[in-house]
């Protein structure tokens, strides 16, 4: 029943800039932390941005200047703001949550959004 769903993926050339959505919805009691993630062909799974429930954020050195992850709690939805974008942030950008229920919590996983960036 509960869904991240991920949107604002796309296209774009060297120095370009994109932001991605990602709404959770069923059930949740509260969001504990929510990121994003990135996986390129053949390498592994890397953080890229998270924000924890007290607002606290967390970005990858690689990322650092150029992305903010932000939140609208009213939404339960956050986002990713990447600003200069070059080759190297190409890949497949999973929205990743933590959310409370009554009694547990989980981690969740969106489907993905592909990001292209070409020189």
Do not use: H
């Not at 993630?37 to 990858?60: C, F, H, M, W």
């Not at 080759?87 to 993905?112: H, K, M």
Request: proline fraction near 2%; hydrophobic fraction near 30%; include cysteine.
């Amino acid at each position: 029943q509960v869904q991240l769903v991920e949107s604002g993926g796309g296209s774009v050339q060297t120095g370009g800039s994109l932001k991605l959505s990602c709404a959770a919805s069923g059930g949740i009691f509260s969001i504990n932390a929510m990121g994003w993630y990135r996986q390129a062909p053949g390498k592994q799974r890397e953080l890229v941005a998270r924000i924890t429930s007290g607002g606290t954020t967390n970005d990858a050195d690689a990322v650092k200047g150029r992305f903010t992850i932000s939140r609208d709690n009213a939404k339960n939805t956050v986002y990713l703001q990447m600003n200069s974008l070059q080759p190297e942030d190409t890949g497949v950008y999973y929205c990743y949550a933590n959310l409370g229920f009554i009694g547990r919590s989980a981690d969740y996983w969106g489907q993905g959004t592909q990001v292209t960036v070409s020189s």
